[in-house]
């Protein structure tokens, strides 16, 4: 079964610049979708089909996918963007949804 | 604006049914694929299967023996059954939903169930 890997943990300073990383098989193929999650809450869509934002989410969150790793980078990091990340994609053969582990950013 | 909102009990004893529902508000039934997703305490997201006005559903293959979906749209509702539940169905339990069989694009805010012994 498809398989996606994500580092269980990243942290950045303020201001700085936050990248976390879903890798998988051929991955750049696939339309990659990315939830933030804070504590006590539902995880909410960040990014959808590789790039796309969502209304409402800010621009400083992007995200990009190619060869076998895709990337959701969020510039100018504040304190309220410290939350667990996952990526997900759609396995269509089996017509079943994937997650990966989930990335917790810590802002320092 | 769609929303979701889960009810059912927060504590079902070990090798009993755990038995969910979620009620759809702001869209029609025939608008979306109707998902659960889980989280144990601490840990990541497993999704467990969707439903559809269809009939249709699908399920996780490690949770397919013992879970069902269905979708009422008489009453805006789906549903969730898992059989025999065991303490590792402890977990929150969201509902979402899906416009094609790709992201989630809405969530409920989740439920959190307790198997007990």
């Known amino acids: 079964s498809y398989v996606l890997t994500q580092p269980p943990s990243v942290s950045v300073a303020p201001s700085k610049t936050a990248r976390i990383t879903c890798g998988g098989n051929n991955l750049g193929s696939k339309s990659v979708h990315w939830y933030q999650q804070k504590p006590g809450q539902a995880p909410l869509m960040v990014i959808y089909s590789n790039i796309d934002r969502p209304s409402g989410i800010p621009e400083r969150i992007s995200g990009s996918n190619s060869g076998d790793t895709a990337t959701l980078t969020i510039s100018r990091v504040e304190a309220g963007d410290e939350a667990d990340y996952f990526c997900q994609v759609w396995d269509a053969s089996s017509e079943r949804a994937i997650f990966g582990g989930g990335t917790k950013l810590t802002v320092l | 604006q769609v929303q979701l909102q889960e009810s059912g009990p927060g504590l079902v004893k070990s090798s009993e049914t755990l038995s969910l529902t979620c009620t759809v508000s702001?869209?029609?039934?025939?608008?979306?694929?109707w998902t659960w997703i889980r989280q144990p305490p601490g840990k990541g997201l497993e999704w467990i299967g969707y439903?559809?006005?269809?009939?249709?559903?699908n399920y996780s293959p490690s949770l397919q023996s013992r879970v069902s979906i269905s979708v009422d749209t008489s009453k805006n509702q789906f549903s969730l059954k898992l059989r025999s539940v065991t303490a590792e169905d402890t977990a929150v339990y969201y509902c979402a939903g899906m416009t094609t069989l790709d992201s989630f694009e809405i969530w409920g805010q989740g439920t959190m169930v307790a198997v007990s012994s």
């Open positions: 702001g869209s029609p039934m025939r608008s979306y694929y």
């Open positions: 439903g559809y006005v269809s009939g249709n559903t």
